[in-house]
């Protein structure tokens, strides 16, 4: 067998490729939203009523493959049977990835590909003893497998409420939507009617917690549970904790600011695992069981806090990641205690990798930041003091849709159509990453550094 550089995809008459893998993985979601936006417009039977015109359309299509869930028709009534099976492929082609898809049909023909950590944008592989043919093939198993089990616990809580046959398709849809972290939902009011039902939100968190977590640590959580990895690396050590944490934090916190607001006159039950859901959902799945519109100022805050961090690397959640955050902030304390380097799990982190989660989160406060000024100036309705209300849910759409969460506090629906278009740039950019974004615009020319430097010179900060 021939072999092929990995930074080149071959062609069946050896030629290669100019676009790097990193354009290639963009340019996968850019085409993926390209045919979903057409067949929302061209395939017959997807509407109840008059279809999607071009932005919404595009807006729809963004959001599915994105996995993000924000909507501006209601999903449950305007879309058919058919339609949502459109969605929910939509939604099941962004979750996996459809270079990693493309890679494992590749592997399966015999034919070497792009490497890994190229195809999923440039994000170097932190264990050593995970084979990248079984990732890849991990990615399709773990899915189905994980997908299968939620659709079927919750069919057999849905079956008394929906009859036998009626809660099948109910139960997939949500199985795939909460796995590939979507938040799309064929009800109405999302979860809202089943947040008296805690074993609904349990297997619909442990869906959204399963998908955040990222591929690779699944993967290497099942090769240390066969004893085929003498230990678990830092990366999901750090991505297990930090989400962890995360949860139990958000948990307790909610149940304080929600006891006497949106969680109550619930049972004890209800109460506790619905400040559980609303710990888990922000990160980043859109579900929600209560009204993100009438909930607490802190909880407001909080939310929008988790969707900001988002899930853990190389998994089906947005969001500037788990790992990133933590990183960070074991650099905050680091230099609060002095120390020159950042150590973890008896490891030190190199000065590399927390300059470029810096700088990824620098870049998207820009972006994100940009964009809400970019809203603020195409939603006319917002313009005096009367209008600080609808600000703040420009804000939490904002993130919502950078996080690819799709949670929202009604905005989404009344936003222009540029304003639109905007959320929709925000959605993209949040799915593939900022960093596979810079480097997939990055020109041949930048690719090679100047055999100099220019004199140093410091700068005051503080």
Known sequence: MPFYDSHQLPFEDGRAPRLSPVQLFVLSFSTLIAVGTAGLLVLP?????PGLGFVDALFTATSAVCVTGLVVVDTATYFT???????ATLIQA??????????????????????LEEASGGTAIPVRFVDERALLRSVVEVTFVLEAAGALLLWVDWRG??????????????SISAFCNAGFSVFSDSLESLR???????????????????????????????????????????????????????WGAFLVFEWHHELAGMSFVDRVSNAMFMSVTPRTAGFNTVDYG????????????????????????????????ALLFLAFLARIRGDREVHVFGRTIPRETLDKAASLVVGGVILVGGAIFLLMMTETHVG???????????????????????????????????????????????????????????????????????????????
């Open 45 to 49: 039977g997807l509407y109840t009523g």
């Open 384 to 462: 005096g003091v009367a209008d600080r209300g609808h600000l703040i849910q420009l804000l939490f759409e904002a993130h919502s849709a950078f996080g690819t969460v799709g949670l929202s506090m009604g905005a989404t629906g009344t936003v222009t159509s540029t304003g639109r278009l905007v959320l929709v740039v925000l959605m993209f950019v949040g799915r593939v990453g900022p960093a596979a974004m810079v480097a997939a615009m990055a020109t041949g020319v930048s690719r090679h550094k100047a055999p100099f430097r220019y004199g140093r010179e410091d700068v005051l900060i503080g």
């Open 161 to 174: 409420r929906f009859g036998a046959v009626g809660a099948i398709w109910p139960a997939l849809f949500h």
């Open 94 to 115: 962004g979750g996996i990835g459809i270079l990693t898809l493309t890679t494992l049909i590749l592997y399966a023909l015999g034919r070497p590909s792009l490497n």
């Open 294 to 325: 009438a909930v607490s100022n802190p909880s407001l805050f909080l939310t929008i806090l988790l969707m900001i961090i988002g899930g853990s690397p190389g998994s089906t959640a947005g969001g500037f990641k788990t790992t990133t955050f």
């Open 196 to 250: 008296t039902s805690p074993w609904t939100l349990t297997v619909v968190a442990a869906l959204i917690v399963a998908g955040g977590l990222g591929f690779l640590v699944i993967q290497e959580l099942r090769m240390r549970a066969r004893r085929k990895v003498p230990r678990l690396s830092v990366h999901t050590r750090l991505a297990l904790t930090t989400t962890a944490v995360l949860i139990v934090v958000a």
């Open 81 to 87: 049977p058919l339609g949502q099976a459109w969605v």
